[in-house]
């Protein structure tokens, strides 16, 4: 049996390390910039740990229940012992999961509604997305700014994008500042997002919308004050 667990680990070890490899990049989540996406991250996390422990507790069972010596058993032993597993695996095990996963999981999502702020906080910031086949075009409303396929914001400020379309659902989503929001037809839909680190983070539309949907893709850029600034006052002439 131990000789077993040893094959199954080396097996699987180098495809687990491949896995690793996806950890990071442009369109990672697992590589948060912003306070969204790290709340997604967490929670991703404590999924993948709680998935894993009960990867090893079946195949464990498993092995268990291969290796053990036989011995004969009445069909009332056998009946009580189906009616464990069932109650056990079938009834208290899911029930377990999903309360612990809603008390995790609707906290963390709450705080990334875009919710009124608090006295201090910094003002958030509105920009209007609306997007269609199949591209975006960006509004800042404030300075009527016009943009195709970019956004600009500054760091560690909130930012609330009104998302639209005007044809076809699509899903606007910048993997490493937040989790994705779908932009619907004749409706207006808010995600708040922002920035910790200035960058140039890549966005992609997340529900298939045509044959070039894959090709959806627009950028955001978060600049220091200072640089954000800059931006706006060459942007406004450049209009």
Request: net charge negative; aromatic share 8%.
């Amino acid at each position: 049996m131990t000789s077993l667990i040893i094959r199954i680990a080396v097996w699987t070890l180098p495809g687990f390390c491949l896995l690793l490899t996806g950890c990071e990049g442009p369109l990672s989540i697992l590589d948060p910039a912003g306070p969204s996406a790290r709340e997604a991250n967490t929670l991703w996390w404590a999924m993948f740990g709680v998935a894993a422990l009960v990867l090893l507790a079946v195949v464990g069972l498993w092995l268990y229940a291969v290796n053990r010596p036989s011995s004969p058993t009445t069909e009332r032993q056998a009946t009580a012992n189906g009616v464990r597993w069932l109650v056990g695996g079938g009834l208290i095990l899911p029930i377990v999961s999903i309360v612990t996963l809603l008390a995790f999981g609707i906290p963390a999502g709450h705080r990334m509604l875009p919710l009124t702020l608090n006295d201090g906080e910094t003002e958030v910031l509105q920009i209007h997305v609306t997007a269609r086949q199949w591209h975006w075009e960006v509004v800042y409303p404030q300075w009527g700014l016009r943009l195709d396929n970019e956004i600009h914001i500054p760091l560690n400020v909130p930012v609330d994008i009104h998302l639209t379309s005007t044809d076809v659902i699509h899903s606007f989503w910048v993997p490493r500042l937040a989790g994705k929001l779908d932009a619907v037809p004749g409706r207006t839909n808010v995600l708040r997002l922002q920035a910790d680190h200035a960058d140039t983070y890549l966005g992609q539309c997340a529900e298939f919308c045509g044959v070039r949907h894959a090709h959806m893709q627009f950028t955001l850029t978060a600049h220091s004050t200072s640089d954000f600034e800059q931006w706006l006052q060459e942007a406004q002439v450049d209009d």
